[in-house]
């Protein structure tokens, strides 16, 4: 057996945890070799790999005495190593237990198992979800301590820091005992970085498990319990079921039946010979245990001759088919414990590069292929290109109508000219066009264009840049049915069965399971039964959102239409699935307008409110004539300047720093920050989380400031910054670290007044340019009676001519020694 060799490349790869240059089939995606290296346990070499557990095949089988001679051990490796570096063959290990559980129906213990069952899948899945949340926050509780600067005990003291007590409320509230948050806090303080919440019983959640089920009718326990846990085999005669259920737990291997060509071409001798390697493995793989030898792609080798899959020419092929592989699996000598067989395992699928061996119809005409440069791109299938060679049709017609022009320049609805009429040039629509071949709709094509132009041009908002499901040629005003009709034309239709090209029955060769139905799927899988060792099992996948009536409805379908067993799974549920619950409204509180008597009696106590404020997720802009201040000072001796802006409220909503001597790179890290920091005000951040998050971090310069009333010494620019807000727009004066004695020799502080204590002009406090000349100029601010040693009340009288303070008594009058006017008698209102 002379099998062509594969050519081999070199290759970047990004795995898991790390880019590897590897060599592999220059054919295959990147998701196919690295599905080979990690069956193999390799990381770089590929074709070294796989000679190398060739040649464990051989020494194990020579030891159970398979080969008499070298040359058939050199034959056997070579071969066997070639034909899997050509994609024609993949196999898999056992799968841990020797068979699956049977449970008969009738039996005392029947609904309990199944009620069992049920239950372990619940809290499988419960424990998945709790164990995913609560590790995320007791992860939350570790950084908490790790990213906060200063004393390790305080750092680790919820009472005084304050991310960290937040982190724990919300561990708490995820269900982590306390113990279990302090153990956090400990690992931290130990110098642990991560909280791995993987156990030994989660690793298994997701490993397919069965458990085979015999009743001879669709019960309705049955349908809940299969629907539900996607574990259950349902078998319709004890014998399939003693059979699904021996055969579970064995070695696998399948057979890339298109590899050998179909119709005319196809080479039956190379099928044969493949179909005796493949079964010679399979026995020395397998070691006594069960081995099931499947064909994988028949629905596609089906198309490529242009049979139907439904079709009394179709069942035929197929059942010719896995005759002759039954029997070149008897002529191969090999002992296997088991023979051919249909399975899904979606593992040896994507190794073999797509095609299943469950015998399922046909997926569709288009595949993916991976470019030189690393992006997948959408391609007609070798299946499909046969197809329709063999039906006659014209392949340029059919490569437009499935995978579409790639351009918009006459597309129906949205052609050039419809989208320069609603504002779009040539640079956008270039833009666009250069995302089809890579997008699987319009709206993706469409949504890489700048956010600049859809926003000046579209009048789109910043919420709906930030929202996924934003289509932009609704925000033009196209309507639903012009961009179909423009979608089908630049990206194709994706399907042959209604192709108006063809004639119906030619339509039908390329009928999908979509198209079909479960129905032919069952009379395919009753035609080729005779020729199978392991009673044949239909494997169905239900959308998420059906029921268990409709579970119950299937197997039905499956007992009388004669298939042996079924298998039934749900698909996942989308990933942004989001259930639309109503708005409750919170029920009216009463007002007591007198207290119970006993409420008098019982003494107060202190009351601690935390209200929690949701605010909306939308980015509230400031105003284009804002007030602010600029605060100069330096940090270690390196100058930096900080600038607010704020809303009418006085609110803070955005920073700018600046610090002109420091190096390009510093300096626009600082300004960028600014940046982060603004956004996270307008999007609603309070500054309370980001004071919190940046004082006490600790990095150079830091040291003494200078140019600063509160803050006079700072472990970094950004503790200095955050203290400077947090005392200036929160009030939190345990920020500021200035001696408030430091000008009292004795140290009891208030030893001299300052300037403070003297009545300021307003104009020290208030933007002249801001104010636009509103304020008057002879406005000023008076000290507070508090700010002197004796904490008395200061009366002080306002000249009403000037507007100065510099008003004095002589005899019984009140005279202004700035301008001279006199007031009345003492009481009396001043005059000019």
């Known amino acids: 057996m002379r099998i062509e060799a594969a050519r081999i490349e070199q290759r970047t790869l990004e795995r898991a945890?790390?880019?590897?240059?590897?060599?592999?089939?220059?054919?295959?995606?990147?998701?196919?070799?690295?599905?080979?290296?990690?069956?193999?346990?390799?990381?770089?070499?590929?074709?070294?790999?796989?000679?190398?557990?060739?040649?464990?095949?051989?020494?194990?089988?020579?030891?159970?005495?398979?080969?008499?001679?070298?040359?058939?051990?050199?034959?056997?490796?070579?071969?066997?190593?070639?034909?899997?570096?050509a994609g024609q063959l993949a196999l898999s290990g056992p799968r841990g237990g020797s068979s699956a559980p049977v449970i008969q129906a009738g039996e005392p213990e029947f609904e309990g198992a199944l009620t069992t069952l049920r239950a372990q899948h619940r809290g499988r899945a419960m424990a998945r979800a709790a164990v995913r949340e609560m590790g995320a926050r007791l992860q939350a509780v570790m950084d908490s301590v790790l990213r906060c600067e200063g004393d390790a005990a305080a750092c680790a003291d919820p009472r005084a820091n304050a991310n960290l007590a937040r982190s724990a409320e919300a561990a708490r509230n995820a269900g982590a005992t306390d113990a279990m948050i302090l153990e956090a806090i400990g690992l931290a303080r130990s110098g642990e970085a991560e909280w791995l919440a993987a156990t030994p019983f989660l690793n298994d959640i997701d490993r397919l498990e069965l458990v085979c089920v015999t009743a001879r009718t669709a019960e309705s326990s049955v349908a809940s319990a299969a629907w539900e846990t996607g574990a259950v085999a349902s078998a319709f005669s004890p014998e399939a079921g003693r059979g699904v259920a021996a055969a579970w737990g064995g070695v696998r291997g399948a057979i890339n039946v298109l590899a050998f060509g179909a119709g005319k071409d196809f080479n039956a001798s190379a099928f044969d010979s493949a179909v005796a390697l493949l079964a010679t493995a399979l026995a020395v793989a397998g070691d006594q245990r069960p081995a099931a030898l499947g064909l994988a792609g028949v629905a596609d080798w089906l198309v490529a001759q242009g049979l139907s899959y439904a079709s009394e020419a179709g069942l035929e092929a197929?059942?010719?088919?896995?005759?002759?592989?039954?029997?070149?699996?008897?002529?191969?000598?090999?002992?296997?414990?088991?023979?051919?067989?249909?399975?899904?395992?979606?593992?040896?699928?994507?190794?073999?590069?797509?095609?299943?061996?469950?015998?399922?119809?046909?997926?569709g005409p288009i595949t993916v292929a991976q470019t030189e440069d690393g992006p997948l791109t959408r391609v007609l299938s070798e299946a499909a290109l046969q197809g329709l060679s063999a039906v006659g049709a014209d392949l340029a017609q059919a490569r437009g109508h499935l995978l579409g022009r790639l351009d918009l320049s006459e597309a129906p609805g949205v052609d050039h000219p419809a989208l320069n009429a609603r504002g779009f040039t040539d640079h956008e629509i270039a833009q666009a066009e250069a995302a089809l071949p890579f997008a699987a709709n319009l709206r993706e094509a469409f949504a890489g264009i700048d956010a600049g132009f859809l926003c000046d041009v579209l009048g789109a908002t910043d919420a709906d840049l930030a929202n996924p499901a934003f289509d932009v040629l609704k925000q033009a005003g196209f309507s639903e049915s012009e961009i179909a009709q423009a979608e089908d034309y630049a990206l194709g239709s994706g399907a042959l069965s209604e192709a108006d090209f063809l004639t119906p029955a030619q339509q039908a060769v390329f009928q999908t399971a979509d198209d079909l139905g479960p129905e032919p799927y069952f009379a395919l899988l009753t035609a080729i039964a005779h020729a199978l060792a392991v009673p044949a099992m239909a494997?169905?996948?239900?959308?998420?959102?059906?029921?268990?009536?409709?579970?119950?409805?299937?197997?039905?379908?499956?007992?009388?239409?004669?298939?042996?067993?079924?298998?039934?799974?749900?698909?996942?549920?989308?990933?942004?699935?989001?259930?639309?619950?109503?708005?409750?409204?919170?029920?009216?509180?009463?007002?007591?307008?007198e207290p119970p008597p006993e409420a008098e009696e019982r003494p107060s106590q202190e009351r601690i409110i935390e209200r929690l404020v949701e605010r909306e997720r939308t980015r509230r802009k400031l105003p284009d004539r804002r007030k602010g201040y600029i605060q100069k000072a330096a940090v270690g001796g390196h100058k930096v300047y900080l600038h607010t802006g704020e809303y009418d409220d006085g609110e803070l909503g955005e920073i700018f720093i600046d610090m002109h001597k420091e190096g390009a790179a510093f300096r626009s890290l600082m300004n960028n920050f600014a940046i982060g920091i603004s956004i996270g005000l307008q999007y609603g951040v309070p500054l309370e989380e980001f004071v919190d998050a940046f004082v006490f971090t600790r990095f150079e310069p830091a040291g003494p400031v200078t140019g600063n009333d509160s803050v006079r010494s700072a472990t970094s620019i950004l503790d200095y910054l955050f203290r400077e807000l947090g005392v200036s727009y929160l009030g939190r004066q345990d920020l500021a670290n200035a001696d408030p004695g430091e000008l009292n020799a004795d140290g009891l502080g208030h030893g001299k007044f300052d300037e403070a204590d003297e009545p300021q002009p307003a104009s020290h406090f208030i933007s002249r340019g801001f104010a636009r000349g509103a304020a008057p100029d002879n406005l000023v601010f008076l000290p507070s009676a508090s700010r002197g040693p004796g904490a008395g009340t200061v009366e002080a009288d306002v000249c009403a001519a000037c507007g100065d303070v510099a008003v004095v008594r002589k005899g019984a009058s009140l005279i202004c020694e700035t301008c001279g006017t006199r007031a009345g008698q003492h009481g009396g209102d001043m005059t000019g």
């Not at 190398?52 to 066997?80: I, Q």
């Not at 039934?568 to 919170?586: I, S, T």
């Open 539 to 593: 494997e169905v996948e239900l959308e998420w959102d059906t029921t268990p009536s409709d579970a119950r409805d299937l197997m039905a379908l499956a007992a009388h239409a004669g298939v042996p067993a079924i298998r039934l799974r749900r698909a996942a549920a989308p990933a942004n699935l989001v259930l639309d619950l109503p708005k409750v409204a919170e029920p009216a509180t009463r007002t007591l307008r």
């Open 17 to 85: 945890a790390s880019v590897a240059e590897v060599l592999a089939p220059a054919s295959w995606t990147d998701a196919r070799v690295e599905a080979w290296l990690d069956w193999l346990d390799e990381d770089a070499d590929l074709p070294a790999a796989v000679f190398r557990y060739a040649e464990d095949l051989v020494l194990r089988g020579d030891a159970a005495g398979l080969f008499d001679t070298a040359r058939a051990r050199a034959g056997f490796r070579r071969d066997l190593a070639a034909a899997m570096l």
């Open 318 to 363: 197929a059942r010719d088919l896995y005759r002759r592989a039954a029997s070149a699996t008897v002529a191969s000598g090999a002992k296997l414990n088991g023979g051919v067989a249909v399975f899904d395992d979606p593992e040896i699928a994507l190794r073999l590069g797509g095609p299943s061996p469950s015998a399922a119809p046909w997926l």
